[in-house]
């Protein structure tokens, strides 16, 4: 048997795939029971393995308007990526499985991260603090701490294990005129995504997010994936950033998909197979 092919890394960033499905249910009962309650055992056994396979973020979950079942990959190599999608499909439950919608992205730092340039300026301008000071060098390193660290959570980032509920939808920015985004400088673009942050992390302590870029990769520019434990949450959120004018001015937004997710061993009985 040939090797499975590996090693197509991004020069930075990971790989993001989110696959939703719908069950193909006069296939799925047209199958024998013995069939399909081992096709059921052999898939949520492959979840159990998946899940603990080293460097694979794998989170399934099940949906409730748009889709039946989903999940959300995380992986530094583009080939597992690739291979995990071909290992549902392959399944007896994947055979199953109709595609509803997909996406693919890859992880980033955000070109409006705050930099040296802007945290310096905060310490003299507002802070009123001496360059020379220690203080000064003391509040420095920490914030250039805290932007690596942020970064680094961005680019590589670790999916949270505690929040039950996923929303996930794809974005762009608008390109017409008189709200075309592209026509605006960098540091136009900066101040509203300042803006941006600060009103979504009022909300830091019920929900957490993950964007991904995914111009020229997919058909929108980015795929944002909200976890909560509280559907209000995430519909808080979007509502109070539709508000903000990076949004109501410059955002687009394409279908919204909501998932719960569970255990291997809950398939059955969360899909009423």
């Given at each position: 048997?040939?090797?499975q092919?590996?090693?197509?890394v991004?020069?930075?960033?990971w790989?993001?795939?989110?696959?939703?499905?719908?069950?193909?249910r006069a296939?799925?009962?047209?199958?024998?029971?013995?069939?399909?309650?081992?096709?059921?055992?052999?898939?949520a056994?492959?979840?159990?393995?998946?899940?603990?396979?080293?460097?694979?973020?794998?989170?399934?979950?099940?949906?409730?308007?748009?889709?039946?079942?989903?999940?959300?990959?995380?992986?530094?190599?583009?080939?597992?990526v690739?291979?995990?999608?071909?290992?549902?499909?392959?399944?007896g439950?994947?055979?199953?499985l109709?595609?509803?919608?997909?996406?693919?992205?890859?992880?980033?730092?955000?070109?409006?991260?705050?930099?040296?340039?802007?945290?310096?300026?905060?310490?003299i301008?507002?802070?009123?603090?001496?360059?020379?000071?220690p203080?000064?060098?003391?509040r420095?390193?920490?914030?250039?701490?805290?932007?690596?660290?942020?970064?680094?959570?961005?680019?590589?980032?670790?999916?949270?294990?505690?929040?039950?509920?996923?929303?996930?939808?794809p974005m762009a920015?608008?390109?017409?005129?008189p709200?075309?985004?592209?026509r605006?400088?960098?540091?136009?673009?900066?101040?509203?995504?300042?803006?941006?942050?600060?009103?979504?992390?009022?909300?830091?302590?019920?929900?957490?997010?993950?964007?991904?870029?995914?111009?020229?990769?997919?058909?929108?520019?980015?795929?944002?994936t909200?976890?909560?434990?509280?559907?209000?949450?995430?519909?808080?959120?979007?509502?109070?950033l539709?508000?903000?004018?990076?949004?109501?001015?410059?955002?687009?937004?394409?279908s919204?998909?909501i998932?719960i997710?569970?255990?291997?061993?809950?398939?059955?009985?969360?899909?009423?197979?």
């Amino acid at each position: 048997m040939s090797e499975q092919p590996r090693g197509l890394v991004p020069s930075a960033g990971w790989a993001v795939v989110h696959l939703f499905y719908r069950v193909d249910r006069a296939r799925w009962q047209g199958l024998p029971a013995a069939e399909r309650a081992a096709a059921v055992d052999a898939f949520a056994g492959w979840l159990d393995r998946s899940l603990v396979e080293e460097g694979l973020q794998l989170l399934p979950f099940a949906g409730i308007t748009k889709c039946d079942v989903g999940f959300m990959a995380v992986h530094p190599d583009l080939w597992r990526v690739q291979q995990l999608t071909q290992e549902i499909a392959a399944s007896g439950f994947g055979s199953c499985l109709t595609p509803v919608y997909s996406f693919l992205s890859l992880t980033e730092a955000s070109e409006y991260i705050t930099n040296e340039v802007d945290w310096a300026k905060l310490l003299i301008t507002e802070q009123k603090l001496d360059p020379a000071a220690p203080e000064f060098a003391a509040r420095f390193a920490a914030l250039r701490k805290r932007t690596a660290m942020y970064a680094e959570s961005r680019i590589h980032p670790q999916l949270p294990d505690n929040y039950p509920i996923l929303c996930f939808y794809p974005m762009a920015k608008s390109r017409r005129e008189p709200n075309n985004w592209y026509r605006l400088s960098f540091e136009e673009r900066k101040k509203y995504m300042i803006a941006h942050g600060e009103a979504g992390r009022r909300f830091a302590d019920r929900v957490t997010q993950l964007i991904a870029t995914s111009t020229g990769i997919d058909d929108w520019e980015w795929g944002v994936t909200l976890f909560s434990r509280d559907l209000k949450a995430i519909r808080d959120i979007v509502y109070e950033l539709r508000y903000d004018p990076a949004s109501t001015l410059y955002g687009l937004f394409g279908s919204f998909y909501i998932g719960i997710r569970f255990q291997p061993r809950q398939l059955a009985v969360v899909l009423k197979l």
